[in-house]
């Protein structure tokens, strides 16, 4: 009996579900074709971007899911979809949630 998997499968994201979940989002912009969210955090200065990077990063470890981004100075420009499909998949809402709080937490 092969032992079961805890791994849930990343399915990718239909057109009615994107819409579904940038709508429970706020402030995430659709880009590449609505294969990809992206979003802007400005923060009062480097140590608390770099703060929030870390929780975030480690979330990220956490789920194996990671976000493509960037970082000057106070401002951090995230860009999540999932590699493995090609597309938008409920990991991206997960940790685009995730992200929204820690940005909240750090005044961002
Ligand atoms: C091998 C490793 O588990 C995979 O490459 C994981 C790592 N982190 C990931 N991050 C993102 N954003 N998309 C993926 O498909 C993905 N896959």
Redesign the pocket.
Same mark, same amino acid.
């Given at each position: 009996m092969p032992a079961a998997s805890s791994e849930a499968a990343v399915v990718r994201l239909n057109a009615q579900e994107r819409h579904e979940a940038l709508a429970s989002l706020g402030g995430w912009d659709l880009v590449a074709n609505g294969q990809a969210i992206r979003k802007t955090f400005t923060f009062g200065c480097f140590s608390r971007a770099w703060g929030f990077m870390s929780r975030v990063a480690l979330e990220s470890e956490r789920m194996? %899911? %990671?976000p493509e981004w960037s970082n000057v100075w106070n401002r951090v420009d995230i860009l999540? /979809? /999932? %590699?493995?499909v090609g597309g938008l998949s409920g990991n991206d809402v997960r940790l685009a949630r995730f992200i929204d709080r820690c940005a909240l937490d750090a005044g961002g």
């Open positions: 194996n %899911h %990671h999540l /979809t /999932t %590699h493995d």
